[in-house]
């Protein structure tokens, strides 16, 4: 079956410092993994897709992730944070059809001034 | 954007009374998905359907039914709400000819007493 971990429910880093929120998934085939990203009170909006083509995707907003099926990973990363960054991310992995998905808890980032 | 709205977008009801959530597009999307999202569990899916008079149970379908009788509707049902139900709705939409990728709606906050 498939499932997802983000590893840290809280991330807080300073304005201009590098950002990373960690996902794991657990798949016994090549899934699509995606990452989406959920300001306050709004609805979620698709930051980046990874869908067996690089294994280095970039985003919107400056953000990217790595697929790494060695380590089962699908980090999140951004090399300098904004205030406006400050937001829940989630990780999602898809099922083997491409018509089902799998959240995981989501990561809250904090972006001090 | 994708055309995807949601009705109603704020609910407060009675425990014990039915509930009716409408999600509508206009984008000819063959998938389509209701989420419930609560605090620390990310999106966890309820019902999603795979065509017209198609659906089938997610991971937490207890207590909800869907419809769709045409294309550009989804409705999920709540036949007697419990307190349990209180939860922010997301309906979704994809084509699994792009391996995945998923369009929200604005989400329904919904409130049972």
């Known amino acids: 079956a498939q499932s997802v971990t983000q590893l840290d429910s809280h991330v807080s880093v300073s304005e201009g410092t590098p950002v990373l929120l960690r996902c794991n998934y657990s798949s016994s085939y090549s899934p699509s993994l995606f990452w989406y990203v959920q300001h306050p009170n709004k609805g979620l909006q698709l930051l980046l897709k990874y869908t067996s083509a690089a294994t280095l995707v970039k985003g919107i907003n400056g953000f990217e992730a790595e697929f790494k099926k060695s380590e089962t990973s699908f980090h999140l990363t951004k090399p300098s944070a904004h205030m406006s960054d400050a937001a829940e991310y989630f990780c999602?992995?898809?099922?083997?059809?491409?018509?089902?998905?799998?959240f995981g808890s989501g990561t809250k980032l904090n972006v001090k001034p | 954007d994708a055309g995807i709205t949601q009705s109603p977008r704020h609910k407060v009801t009675e425990t014990g009374t039915p509930v009716t959530l409408r999600c509508h597009q206009t984008e000819n999307h063959r998938y389509m998905y209701w989420y419930r999202q609560d605090p620390g569990h990310g999106l966890r899916l309820i019902h999603y359907s795979y065509g017209v008079k198609d659906t089938d149970k997610g991971e937490v379908s207890d207590g909800y039914s869907v419809s769709r009788s045409k294309t550009e509707d989804f409705l999920l049902t709540l036949e007697s709400a419990t307190s349990s139900q209180t939860s922010v709705y997301f309906c979704?939409?994809?084509?699994?000819?792009?391996?995945?990728?998923?369009?929200f709606g604005p989400g329904t906050r919904l409130t049972v007493l």
């Open positions: 999602v992995v898809s099922d083997r059809n491409f018509n089902k998905f799998y």
């Open positions: 979704a939409i994809s084509e699994s000819t792009d391996r995945g990728e998923q369009f």
